[in-house]
């Protein structure tokens, strides 16, 4: 198992960036488990927001923690993926689904791909 940080490029919105580590096998699949990352947003300035990117029994998904209400007492709030169902390579796509995006009054999830721009392998 090789550990490594990947860095993702939101493609409908390139100002937010996702960063996270994970444990890749040999097809270049992320292991299932926890693994810790941020999402940063560089709209004003770079803001960064932690992560956990999970898959469970509920699924996979990203937990950001505390970023709507800027609320330590907020729940991390899941944002389903399909980065698990992929092999890992530079510029590959994985889709994120954001249930908030474009207004709370959309009754749909909508599904955001995010590019894979950079991926440097760690420690065996």
């Known amino acids: 198992m090789i550990v490594v940080r990947m860095v993702a490029e939101q493609v409908a919105e390139p100002e937010e960036k996702i960063v996270f580590l994970g444990a890749i096998n040999a097809d270049n699949r992320l292991v299932p488990g926890e693994w810790m990352g941020y999402l940063i947003e560089d709209y004003d300035g770079p803001q960064k927001y932690p992560c956990v990117l999970v ?3 509920d699924g996979a998904r990203f937990d950001f923690c505390g970023w709507e209400s800027w609320s ?22 994985f889709t994120i689904t954001d249930k908030d995006e474009g207004g709370s009054d959309l009754p749909d999830h ?15």
Do not use: M, W
Request: charged share 20%; no cysteine.
């Open 110 to 124: 909508i599904p955001q791909s995010s590019r894979l721009e950079a991926a440097s392998h760690g420690y065996r």
């Open 55 to 57: 898959t469970d029994s």
């Open 72 to 93: 330590d007492a907020d729940p991390a709030a899941p944002y389903p993926t399909n980065v698990f169902e992929k092999a890992l390579q530079v510029g590959e796509y």
